[in-house]
């Protein structure tokens, strides 16, 4: 069963924010870094390479945790708590540039070998729980 | 040893933005959301409570990590990781107004009981790590 976005905080996942994924290292530390990331009402999408330590992270401890805050008004937030439910291969990078055009990044000048196109993945997170404030 | 904080980051800890704290729970999951801080030099403050989540799983696993991004260069940011060497307790709830300051909280209609004062905490991290970009 898919969670239900509050409507009051449902911008936060539409809107072209960073967020910031949390996953857990191998040795059981937290890890966490800012993230472009989409959503298609059911899960989060992110670009990622499979030669960067989230990517092995998430090999062994497929749970993640997803927050996003309003730069508005920052003590209204998301967070999202669930799992990294499939890597998909994205050998032509075209999600990186899905997301640089969501993010209005400017992406004449990037080239496939720029973005380690070769080894790109699709993270795919679906949330199990979610918090507000 | 300190981690030394790159100059060229050093601002992101002095400016009165929010981290992400990223913890983990119990059952092995991440868990993040947005916090005030204050950085001395040498550790990270929070304020929180002892009846929340946070404390909980702080108390299982020390080990944590705050990440930080720049509002008006998204693409800069700093990553923490180290460990919560300690938590003080804080019952008058002095370090939530420290912070609120901090954060130009008007706190003028605050009360110890609003804030749960009774089982305010003060979280002490220390970094072990940092990353940039």
Same mark, same amino acid.
């Given at each position: *069963?898919? %969670?239900?976005? !509050?409507?009051?905080?449902?911008?936060? &996942? /539409?809107?072209?924010?960073?967020? $910031?994924?949390?996953?857990?290292?191998?040795?059981?530390?937290?890890?966490?870094?800012?993230?472009?990331?989409?959503?298609?009402?059911?899960?989060?999408?992110?670009?990622?390479?499979?030669?960067r330590a989230k990517?092995?992270?998430?090999?062994?401890?497929?749970?993640?945790? *997803?927050? %996003?805050?309003? !730069?508005?008004?920052?003590?209204?937030? &998301? /967070?999202?708590?669930?799992?990294? $439910?499939?890597?998909?291969?994205?050998?032509?990078?075209?999600?990186?540039?899905?997301?640089?055009?969501?993010?209005?990044?400017?992406?004449?000048?990037?080239?496939?070998?720029?973005?380690?196109?070769?080894?790109?993945?699709?993270?795919?997170?679906?949330?199990?729980?979610?918090?507000?404030?």
């Amino acid at each position: *069963v898919p %969670v239900t976005i !509050p409507p009051s905080h449902a911008d936060l &996942l /539409e809107r072209p924010l960073l967020c $910031t994924l949390a996953t857990v290292k191998p040795n059981g530390q937290p890890q966490s870094n800012p993230m472009w990331f989409q959503w298609d009402g059911k899960a989060v999408r992110f670009t990622h390479t499979s030669t960067r330590a989230k990517y092995r992270n998430l090999q062994r401890e497929p749970r993640a945790a *997803v927050s %996003v805050f309003d !730069p508005d008004n920052p003590y209204r937030y &998301l /967070e999202l708590r669930g799992r990294v $439910t499939s890597i998909e291969p994205n050998p032509d990078g075209s999600f990186y540039f899905t997301l640089a055009q969501r993010y209005g990044l400017d992406t004449g000048g990037i080239t496939a070998e720029a973005i380690d196109a070769e080894h790109r993945v699709v993270l795919v997170f679906e949330p199990e729980a979610v918090a507000t404030k």
